[in-house]
């Protein structure tokens, strides 16, 4: 499997930025894709997951209400949108792949390489 990502750069507080992760390879006809992000000096942080098969998502608290995972089956793609970032939301973003419904790094097998997201005025 594997993720290319694209999106992120800078953007004013109150901006939005859309992030895209591209899937290719074999896949299973169950799988989940996560959105993480990393902050210097912080802990990889799992933000929001979506399944292939129904849809289903799951978001962090902090991030619930202001940003939005979305899947395009058809293009193997799958859309972080975020809304209304905040300074907090800096951080090095990745999307990943699972077998397994989760906001655990440690159960995502195959990573993409990371963008940068900077939210400063």
């Known amino acids: 499997v594997q993720l290319v990502q694209s999106g992120g750069g800078l953007v004013q507080p109150g901006g939005s930025l859309r992030l895209s992760c591209v899937v290719s390879g074999f896949t299973p006809d169950y799988y989940a894709i996560g959105w993480f992000r990393q902050a210097p000096g912080k802990e990889r942080e799992g933000i929001s997951t979506?399944?292939?098969?129904?849809?289903?998502?799951y978001y962090a608290d902090s991030v619930k209400g202001r940003f939005t995972i979305s899947r395009d089956n058809a293009k193997n793609t799958v859309y972080l949108q975020m809304n209304s970032l905040k300074p907090e939301d800096t951080a090095v973003y990745y999307c990943?792949?699972?077998?397994?419904?989760?906001?655990?790094?440690?159960?995502?097998?195959?990573w993409g390489l990371g963008t940068q997201v900077t939210v400063s005025s």
């Open positions: 990943a792949f699972s077998e397994v419904f989760s906001y655990w790094p440690a159960e995502y097998d195959y």
């Open positions: 979506i399944l292939n098969t129904d849809g289903n998502t």
